[in-house]
């Protein structure tokens, strides 16, 4: 089975700083995809960013990029020019495409932006 | 932009009860899913539905869940006798197709079981 690690449980950055948040997971496959959803206080599950395994250049969405190293097993989230509407529950997800659409999560990266 | 809703938000219940938690997917959407997120834990996924029946469920998803598509636009999870352990906030997703699409989620309905 897959699973999915994140070892930050908290990170905090300055508004207009660069912060990188971990994540790895594990697997036997060769073809997956793996995504950072962001969860804000109202609670709703916001996709921020994906990133298909078969690609070797790492996905950007303006100023959120991820550090793909699929050798380490390790998918990254860059958020640059942090901004007070990026503090939110980061949670990291993988996706098999062979076996079944279910996303495994890991445990969540809560975001503090200070001002 | 066209997005998942979720009703009713909050939802109290007693154990024991039936509750019904309803997901109004993204009108081009054929995949469907529920999650669920037990305070302070990982979310998990619970079962996801295609062409009406179920296509995979998790060890979670047991006897006293199930879904249903009643209508064009509807999709709902039922839980028969709600136990005090399925407190959590759960939520629907949906997505055009299955692996190689992004499944986009709805608000989630927080359930409290007393």
């Known amino acids: 089975a897959q699973t999915v690690t994140q070892s930050q449980p908290e990170m905090s950055v300055q508004e207009a700083e660069t912060v990188t948040l971990s994540c790895t997971y594990d697997?036997?496959?060769?073809?997956?995809?793996l995504f950072w959803y962001k969860q804000p206080p109202s609670r709703q599950m916001i996709l921020v960013i994906r990133?298909?395994?078969?690609?070797?250049q790492n996905a950007t969405e303006n100023r959120f990029s991820v550090n793909f190293q699929k050798a380490a097993k390790s998918f990254s989230l860059k958020i640059s020019d942090s901004q007070l509407g990026d503090a939110a529950m980061y949670f990291c997800a993988y996706r098999s495409v062979a076996s079944g659409s279910r996303l495994t999560f890991g445990e969540g990266t809560q975001l503090t932006v200070n001002p | 932009e066209p997005e998942v809703t979720q009703t009713p938000s909050h939802q109290v219940t007693q154990m024991g009860q039936e509750v019904i938690l309803r997901c109004v997917p993204i009108s081009n959407h054929l995949y469907f899913y529920w999650y669920r997120q037990i305070l302070g834990q990982k979310v998990e996924f619970l079962v996801s539905?295609?062409?009406?029946?179920?296509?995979?469920k998790s060890e979670i998803f047991d006897d006293q869940f199930s879904v249903e598509r009643p209508d064009g636009s509807n999709f709902t999870l039922k839980i028969r006798s709600t136990k005090l352990e399925d407190s959590a906030m759960y939520f629907c997703?949906?997505?055009?197709?299955?692996?190689?699409?992004?499944?986009?989620f709805g608000p989630g309905t927080r359930l409290l079981v007393l």
């Open positions: 997703a949906s997505s055009v197709m299955g692996a190689q699409e992004t499944q986009y």
């Open positions: 697997t036997s496959e060769s073809d997956y995809y």
């Open positions: 990133q298909e395994a078969y690609k070797q």
């Open positions: 539905f295609y062409n009406n029946e179920i296509s995979e």
